[in-house]
């Protein structure tokens, strides 16, 4: 079968670094992404892993295993607006995304 | 700017009335689009993906004759809540893929939160 796994909150200093862990089983993978959504607002796209590797773009990176099911995202020099929910995502054989619950990242001062 | 935008932001309809949602792709032709619920604090459900020019795909347990969705053009399509209820109340997002385009980003629009009175 298929699932997909993250925290559910998880709250961090302004200026810190974060890790959100997500892991998956899945047959089939063609990609993990993550995203990040503000309350009342359309996710926004962050990142895309589909190779082993650690992938990153400024504050933000984003791991990914492959052999373990296992991405991370991390975020350093955490600031105010960092405040939102994070969510993978992987897509399947069927090139479908499978979502995770999110993770609500509370940024406190 | 955005890429997929979405119309309206924001609805309130009277029980028992239909809602129309657009989603229209403004820089690209999208052959497939795909239309999410999203419940308070919860993830995106996918509900159905539509392709132009042909029938929409339903994912299970969702009611087609409840939720139609049109895909007219390859820059327009459209979800239409028909005979809203309150249980229908909820956040709705579409979002297209460029074609061909290797990273797989999904692009979502703004979204439309619907309430039913």
């Known amino acids: 079968g298929q699932n997909i796994d993250q925290p559910t909150e998880m709250t961090a200093t302004e200026g810190a670094i974060v890790q959100i862990n997500c892991t998956y089983q899945?047959?089939?993978?063609?990609?993990l992404f993550w995203y990040q959504q503000h309350a009342g607002e359309a996710p926004t796209f962050l990142s895309y892993n589909v190779l082993d590797g650690l992938e990153e773009k400024g504050r933000f990176s984003s791991f990914l295993s492959r052999s373990k099911g296992y991405s991370y995202l991390l975020l350093k020099e955490l600031q105010m607006k960092d405040s939102a929910s994070y969510l993978c995502a992987f897509m399947d054989s069927n090139y479908q995304l499978i979502w995770g619950a999110g993770t609500k990242l509370i940024i406190k001062p | 700017g955005a890429v997929v935008s979405q119309h309206p932001s924001r609805v309130i309809c009277k029980s028992g009335t239909s809602v129309k949602i657009e989603c229209r792709s403004l820089d690209f032709q999208a052959t497939t689009m795909f239309w999410y619920r999203q419940f308070p604090k919860k993830s995106l459900m996918l509900m159905a993906t539509s392709n132009e020019g042909s029938k929409a795909t339903y994912e299970q347990g969702v009611e087609k004759d409840k939720f139609l969705i049109n895909h007219a053009s390859l820059t327009l399509s459209t979800l239409t809540v028909t005979s809203a209820h309150p249980e229908d109340s909820s956040f709705y997002i579409c979002s297209a893929r460029r074609p061909q385009e290797d990273t797989g980003e999904l692009f979502f629009g703004e979204g439309s939160r619907l309430t039913v009175l």
């Open positions: 899945t047959s089939g993978f063609n990609g």
